[in-house]
């Protein structure tokens, strides 16, 4: 009896141990968001579709549109607007998936 009451002591502060080595390890000051992610660097063109408050919408194509913000612009943009932007699109990992990295008045 006495050496079953002993076997339970051990494996609560063994439990107890574990749940306290969790709990510390978990509180970092350094927050993941994403991981680590790889991207491709290439080019299109887009028209401006809308003019937000924020942000400009852009239409690449049909189906994609992307937003930009005013700052990357030289000068406020119109609706209608050809230009040519530099993109980085995610290839691995779990990243913003499209990054506009310029935007050059066609």
Known sequence: MR?????????LGFAFAAMSVALVSGCTNEVMVGGPCEYRSWQTEATVANLQ??????????DFRYVV?????????????????????????????????????M
């Not at 050496?3 to 494996?11: D, E, I, S």
């Not at 005013?70 to 499209?98: A, H, W």
Request: proline share 4%; hydrophobic share 30%; aromatic share 8%.
């Open 3 to 11: 050496q079953n009451r002993t076997a339970k002591l051990g494996l």
């Open 69 to 105: 913000d005013y700052d990357m612009f030289d000068g406020q943009p119109s609706v209608g607007d050809r230009y040519k932007l530099q993109l980085d699109t995610i290839t691995e990992g779990t990243c913003t998936p499209n990054v506009v990295k310029s935007v050059a008045l």
């Open 53 to 62: 408050d924020e942000y400009v919408l852009m239409q690449a194509d049909e």
